[in-house]
């Protein structure tokens, strides 16, 4: 008798756990949430000097559509490592100016089999423009600095390929990471040793255009409406 007790207080317990696992399913699946329209910040670019703000327009399930224009500024990393192993020359005493910059591109959602995933995976062609300019400075003949600059700009043209993950959590919250490969096209133009002679400016450019391989990763955050 104990044991057919047991067998029954047994079976109980699995039917317990099996639908208490089935309501978390249910419920896991009930909040992966798509918001039509999302508005996101990338803080991870503020390193490179770069601050755009992100709009994106679900159009249906598998697709959707993302502008991000927005203010920029010196491509600190980017300058850095071109005056170390580039073609640019880094001159400390020179001045960044705010620029404007604008991304574009869509993202297509793969069909996943799995219906409980959170996480919408995507891939995601896009298109970067970056515009600044930087002001450098001038000497005297007896090589004192004064206070005239002349100013030089870049230029940068990026054709990305990303992959990344875009999930909406509770109270409208959304956030979206991505990695990719592409192409970086920089025009720069620079003005060196820049030597000022009662007003009239002497300098040696050195102006540059070139297309390099270039590796990307963000972590997007914003509110979806």
């Given at each position: 008798m104990n044991i057919y007790k047991t067998l029954l207080i047994s079976v109980a317990a699995l039917?317990?756990?099996?639908?208490?696992?089935?309501?978390?399913?249910?419920?896991?699946?009930?909040?992966?949430?798509?918001?039509?329209?999302?508005?996101?910040i990338n803080p991870l670019l503020i390193v490179n000097g770069d601050i755009p703000v992100?709009?994106?327009?679900?159009?249906?399930?598998?697709?959707?559509?993302e502008v991000a224009p927005g203010l920029t500024y010196e491509?600190?990393?980017?300058?850095?490592?071109?005056?170390?192993?580039g073609p640019l020359k880094y001159v400390s005493s020179s001045k960044a100016n705010l620029g404007y910059g604008l991304k574009a591109g869509f993202k297509f959602f793969p069909k996943t089999k799995n219906k409980y995933r959170l996480e919408r995976l995507y891939l995601s062609?896009?298109?970067?423009?970056?515009?600044?300019?930087?002001?450098?400075?001038?000497e005297d003949p007896f090589g004192n600095a004064t206070n005239q600059y002349i100013s030089g700009y870049t230029n940068r043209l990026d054709i990305k390929f990303l992959f990344g993950g875009e999930q909406a959590g509770v109270?409208?919250?959304?956030?979206?990471?991505?990695?990719?490969?592409?192409?970086?096209?920089?025009?720069?133009?620079?003005?060196l040793n820049g030597t000022n002679y009662n007003g009239s400016i002497t300098t040696v450019?050195?102006?540059?255009?070139y297309i390099r391989p270039a590796l990307y990763a963000g972590f997007k955050m914003g509110v979806g409406f």
């Open positions: 039917i317990a756990v099996n639908n208490h696992a089935l309501a978390q399913r249910d419920t896991l699946k009930k909040r992966i949430i798509i918001y039509p329209n999302i508005i996101m992100y709009y994106e327009h679900v159009i249906n399930e598998s697709f959707s559509v491509d600190y990393t980017q300058d850095i490592y071109e005056a170390l192993f062609p896009e298109l970067g423009f970056r515009h600044y300019s930087i002001d450098y400075p001038t109270k409208h919250f959304v956030v979206d990471w991505y990695v990719g490969v592409g192409l970086r096209s920089t025009t720069a133009v620079q003005y450019p050195n102006n540059q255009s």
